[in-house]
């Protein structure tokens, strides 16, 4: 029996080149998704944010997926401003929906997800982490006030 030889395998400064040019090639768009979520994050205040929640589970819950989603940002500064919001009297759905929405989603990371992963996929993944949060905000209120 005849074996089949292997195919050749890439050396390793032939694979650093090429993912080196192709990070060079995102470096653009990358330094510009960086440079809009820091002014979004200076123009969206937690002020702002507290005036859209009204209390209802539902509302609360879109309104927290939307504005998380638009006030897209780091996991680390999203436990501050959820704490912050929480002081202020803003329902645990809208929280959690902020929360999982400023981390999962983030329509301004639109364009660089496109590029690199595709439309399809982009499309695909937003629509059910959208649907999702939703869910997942109305669940955890909802336990909440069971539990407690």
């Known amino acids: 029996m005849k074996e ?3 195919p050749a395998r890439p050396s ?4 650093l080149q090429k993912s080196s040019l192709s990070f060079l ?3 653009p768009l990358l330094l510009g ?3 809009l979520v820091g002014l979004l994050q200076i123009v969206v205040t937690p002020q702002m944010l507290t005036s859209l ?3 209802n589970p539902l509302l609360d819950s879109l309104i927290g997926t939307l ?8 996991p680390i500064i999203s436990y501050l401003i959820g704490s912050e919001l929480l002081e202020q009297g ?13 981390v999962t989603l983030g329509f301004i990371h639109l364009p660089a997800e ?5 439309s399809r996929f982009t499309l695909y993944r937003n629509i059910l982490a959208f649907l999702f949060t939703i869910l997942i905000a109305i669940l955890t209120g909802f336990s909440m006030q069971v539990l407690s």
Not at 12 to 15: A, E, H, M, W
Not at 67 to 74: D, E, M, P, R, T
Not at 90 to 102: G, H, M, P, Q, R
């Open 114 to 118: 496109v590029e690199v992963f595709g």
């Open 53 to 55: 929640f009204r209390g």
């Open 4 to 6: 089949n030889p292997s």
């Open 25 to 27: 090639a995102m470096m």
């Open 67 to 74: 504005s998380g989603a638009i006030a897209v940002g780091n």
């Open 12 to 15: 390793f400064l032939k694979v």
């Open 33 to 35: 998704v960086i440079g």
């Open 90 to 102: 803003i329902s645990l759905y809208a929280v959690t929906a902020f929360l999982l929405s400023w």
